[in-house]
């Protein structure tokens, strides 16, 4: 969607400079919804988010996970859930089963655990109290 392969080889190399700059920065991957963006406003993000700080960078790149993990949802409700449903055996005792709704529940824990991961390494990684 972002028409990264269009890229020229110029500005394939500048991104993959820019990454390892960030990484090193940061200490993690640069992360943007590319859905939301074309190719030339990655390589601009991504050189304007080099200036950040690292608690601001992480903040970002966390809103930048909730946008992906919207869309993710997003398209995920767009397929044919009742095809996923009629395909399972539902059990007797859970006449109510929802596999979306046990597929949001094991999503949300996970982003509460990454979230929470996060916290506790920015603390005690960088030095800076929540």
Same mark, same amino acid.
């Given at each position: 969607? %972002?028409?990264?392969?269009?890229?020229?080889?110029?500005?394939?190399?500048?991104?993959?400079?820019?990454?390892?700059?960030?990484?090193?920065?940061? #200490?993690?991957?640069?992360?943007?919804?590319?859905?939301?963006?074309?190719?030339? %406003?990655? *390589?601009?993000?991504? /050189?304007?988010?080099?200036? $950040?700080? /690292?608690? =601001?960078? *992480?903040?970002? #790149? +966390?809103?930048?996970?909730?946008?992906?993990?919207? +869309?993710?949802?997003? =398209?995920?409700?767009?397929?044919?859930? *009742?095809? +996923?449903?009629?395909?399972?055996?539902?059990?007797? %005792?859970?006449?109510?089963?929802?596999?979306?709704?046990?597929?949001?529940?094991?999503?949300?824990?996970? *982003?509460?655990?990454? $979230?929470?991961?996060?916290?506790?390494?920015? =603390?005690?990684?960088?030095?800076?109290?929540?």
């Amino acid at each position: 969607a %972002a028409g990264l392969h269009k890229l020229t080889p110029e500005d394939k190399r500048d991104i993959d400079q820019l990454n390892k700059r960030y990484k090193e920065k940061f #200490g993690f991957p640069f992360v943007i919804c590319a859905r939301e963006n074309k190719a030339n %406003a990655i *390589l601009l993000g991504l /050189k304007r988010r080099l200036d $950040n700080s /690292k608690e =601001s960078e *992480l903040e970002e #790149g +966390i809103q930048e996970v909730k946008k992906i993990f919207l +869309i993710y949802m997003w =398209s995920i409700e767009q397929s044919s859930w *009742l095809e +996923i449903q009629r395909s399972l055996v539902r059990p007797p %005792a859970l006449p109510d089963f929802s596999v979306k709704r046990w597929v949001w529940n094991k999503i949300k824990l996970g *982003l509460m655990t990454t $979230n929470e991961s996060l916290r506790e390494w920015k =603390s005690s990684d960088s030095g800076i109290e929540n």
